[in-house]
């Protein structure tokens, strides 16, 4: 099985820029897509970015064109590269791979 810890998260203003992170160890298959997730409060978990084995990338309308996801199979890690930080942004981000969530790492944007 994968274990997987998020890191990156912090409070940061509207416009600015944050790094995530998502470290997997343990049983890990490289074929299997990885994603990020946030939930902010009072609100349902949402897909946020998906990348595959290959590369292909998907994002949700909400962030497309401000936030890259990437991954380095060689490090086990994914990121998450949030740029034009928004207010609606606010949420805690979790990394899901191999049918497995991490904890997650809040992010706080402020005006």
């Known amino acids: 099985q994968v274990q997987l810890v998020e890191s990156g998260g912090g409070l940061v203003q509207a416009g600015g820029s944050l790094r995530l992170s998502c470290a997997a160890s343990g049983s890990i298959f490289n074929i299997y897509t990885m994603g990020w997730y946030r939930q902010a409060p009072g609100k349902q978990r949402e897909l946020v970015a998906v990348?595959?084995?290959?590369?292909?990338?998907n994002y949700a309308d909400s962030v497309k064109g401000r936030f890259t996801i990437a991954r380095d199979n060689a490090k086990n890690t994914l990121y998450l590269q949030m740029n034009s930080l928004k207010l609606e942004d606010t949420a805690v981000y979790y990394c899901?791979?191999?049918?497995?969530w991490g904890q997650g790492t809040p992010v706080t944007v402020s005006s």
């Open positions: 990348i595959t084995s290959g590369g292909s990338t």
């Open positions: 899901y791979y191999m049918r497995t």
